[in-house]
């Protein structure tokens, strides 16, 4: 349908250029009526302006029958009435009536109504491939363990439950399913939205999609097609787009009323004059197709989509991609905001949040400096945090892993070992000390720093918040939003996140398909809800949501669920479209304000209440007026601004 109206929008466009040259109006306006006059022009003129009203306007003419079909008169109903009344009374005045063509009017009428609804579709185009992303997460083959012990690459629809599989470091993760033999770190951060890489060893369930880190693993297969995790998520989106409501479209109630003013007033126009007052036909119809012309919904019929194509334009400058106008509309009435955690509020890698020095001999910058040189050596993530908190780390010598446990290796000829809480445990080494029960109870990661042998510090790590993120939800909360967040990650995670941001309340240890349920329950309160995130297992709940805004950087099935994208992943941006949906609404509001409310001044003179003190509007100033009415709404749009 989107083709079909730029194709009927650009034909028509092209045959309404020589429309306007023929008009006897816009030729006078021009001063060129005398040389464009020429036997026939009348007629040639009606044979193009049918043309446009027949192929450019089949669109309405069928939209009015289906209005009236479902005894809902809207848009279509109003526009097929206007373009209809100027060219049958256009038509019989080419013909010997007496009068004036309405012809340009027509045709430049079905022009932006093509222009305006093609740029509304436009705006909403995109949602059905969500379910086609989700599926793209998964590769396409696997390698499956053969019985002489080789592999086999086959495509994962071959395998059934019970193959074994082998997943090189680095690759997806292409089944559900159970380690058999191999250790490795997978990250499932965009599915389950656990922050820390997940450590899995044999007995460890796997999840098709996620990402396996430096170990080669093999697995069993568990569950291929309909019951895999991802499938699910798939039912679980589907759902809930279909249970997601949509508003009213404004215009269209507009639309409502003016056609019953329409058809009232003209019909009341032409009774009055034609029987109380008694004047001829030609002289009632003419009022009354002046005040059919006065209503034609020029500037209703661009009033939404041209501030919807202004905040489009503004919005995608500013980084933010909308995606469904009618929820980024709905956004003006968010009274609740949830936030996913990892990635959105936190930026979703590891970082150094604290460093402890447990003797006087050593800084904690050169404590972190020994740290990162050995972890550069580690593709571990939270080695990785580590190694980029020190700039030129000094050179280490005879690096050594310690499964399971760390890594060592010589430093500025010291033996420097990283070690986890297991190893020191193992080793009888106590690290006492009230700081370390906090990072715990945070839910902090705390490695320790070995230097000969002698325990010198710990460094805590955590998920790194954003920058941006506490100052978003102090913005956010001055709006008079209630701020959330929404986390598959463990509670001491949670609390420290919601207590540093500054949320209102959290949610924590959310498994994926619970997460479109606690949008549910914050929308049982009564609040109207937006929900901020960036993978897989959000989806759902992107797709719950009043209005889904996608974190750019994250997965494409999260983008394409989403209502909204912040292709910055910050998440100010949040507030910038919030406050963008509140300008924009008001413009719409003007706009549908100045499109309707001039016809409470223009119809009654159109209709000839002043006609008795020698005020008459003529048709010709009602196509000016008319047009005025859209240059005014067009304008007004163009003021449309993103405050900061």
Request: hydrophobic share 45%; with cysteine.
């Amino acid at each position: 349908m989107v083709a079909d109206f730029k194709r009927r929008f650009y034909i028509s466009l092209a045959v309404s250029i020589p429309i306007l040259l023929l008009s006897p109006m816009i030729q006078t306006f021009l001063g060129i009526r005398t040389a464009l006059r020429f036997p026939g022009d009348l007629y040639l003129l009606w044979a193009l302006s049918s043309g446009v009203f027949f192929y450019g306007g089949w669109p309405f003419l069928k939209g009015l029958f289906n209005e009236l079909e479902k005894r809902q008169p809207g848009m279509m109903t109003l526009i097929a009435i206007a373009i209809t009344t100027a060219y049958l009374y256009s038509s019989v005045v080419v013909f010997g009536l007496s009068g004036k063509v309405f012809f340009w009017e027509l045709a430049t009428l079905i022009d932006i109504m093509l222009l305006g609804h093609w740029i509304e579709m436009k705006s909403v185009m995109g949602a059905s491939r969500a379910l086609e992303e989700l599926a793209k997460l998964m590769p396409s083959d696997a390698h499956k363990m053969m019985p002489d012990g080789g592999t086999e690459d086959i495509p994962i629809a071959e395998l059934k439950e019970g193959d074994k599989v082998l997943i090189k470091p680095g690759e997806k993760i292409p089944v559900d399913g159970e380690v058999v033999d191999g250790e490795s770190s997978v990250n499932e951060a965009m599915l389950t939205g656990e922050s820390k890489p997940v450590e899995k060893r044999v007995g460890a369930k796997l999840i098709g999609g996620a990402i396996n880190g430096e170990g080669a693993l093999t697995a069993e297969v568990q569950k291929t097609g309909k019951d895999s995790f991802l499938s699910q998520m798939i039912g679980l989106v589907e759902e809930a787009q279909k249970s997601k409501s949509r508003s009213q479209d404004l215009a269209n109630r507009a639309a409502l009323w003016l056609t019953i003013i329409a058809l009232s007033c003209g019909v009341l126009t032409l009774f009055l004059w034609l029987v109380i007052i008694n004047r001829d036909f030609a002289f009632s119809l003419e009022r009354t197709v002046t005040v059919m012309v006065i209503t034609c919904p020029h500037a209703l019929g661009l009033a939404v989509p041209l501030v919807v194509a202004v905040s489009t334009a503004l919005s995608a400058k500013n980084g933010l991609l909308i995606r469904d106008r009618a929820s980024f509309e709905r956004g003006r009435n968010i009274q609740a905001i949830i936030f996913d955690k990892t990635g959105t509020l936190t930026k979703g890698e590891f970082g150094v949040t604290d460093t402890l020095v447990f003797s006087g001999d050593l800084t904690e910058e050169q404590l972190l400096a020994y740290a990162a040189s050995i972890e550069t050596h580690s593709e571990h993530p939270i080695a990785r945090g580590i190694a980029a908190s020190t700039e030129n780390p000094p050179q280490v010598e005879d690096f050594k892993s310690i499964p399971g446990k760390g890594a060592q290796g010589k430093v500025e000829g010291k033996n420097v070992k990283i070690v986890s809480p297991g190893y020191l445990k193992e080793n009888g080494i106590s690290a006492a000390d009230e700081r370390i029960e906090k990072f715990n109870s945070q839910g902090k990661t705390v490695v320790f720093v070995m230097v000969d042998d002698e325990l010198k510090g710990a460094i805590a790590l955590a998920d790194m918040i954003r920058d941006e993120s506490k100052e978003a939800v102090s913005k956010l909360k001055g709006m008079g939003i209630r701020c959330m967040m929404l986390t598959g990650d463990n509670k001491a995670v949670a609390k420290w996140v919601s207590e540093e941001v500054g949320l209102d309340e959290y949610f924590a240890e959310v498994l994926p398909k619970e997460k479109a349920e606690k949008v549910k329950e914050v929308q049982s309160r009564g609040l109207i809800t937006a929900m901020t995130g960036d993978g897989v297992n959000d989806a759902p709940a992107l797709a719950q949501a009043d209005v889904g805004i996608a974190i750019g950087a994250g997965t494409d099935v999260a983008v394409q669920t989403a209502d909204i994208i912040l292709v910055r992943s910050n998440p100010l941006d949040a507030v910038a479209i919030l406050v963008l949906s509140r300008a924009t609404f008001r413009k719409m509001v003007q706009n549908l304000v100045w499109a309707t409310g001039y016809n409470a001044f223009a119809i009654p003179l159109a209709a000839g209440v002043l006609h008795g003190y020698g005020v008459l509007l003529s048709p010709a100033m009602g196509a000016v007026l008319m047009s005025l009415s859209t240059v005014i709404v067009a304008i007004n749009a163009r003021f449309l601004r993103i405050s900061k």
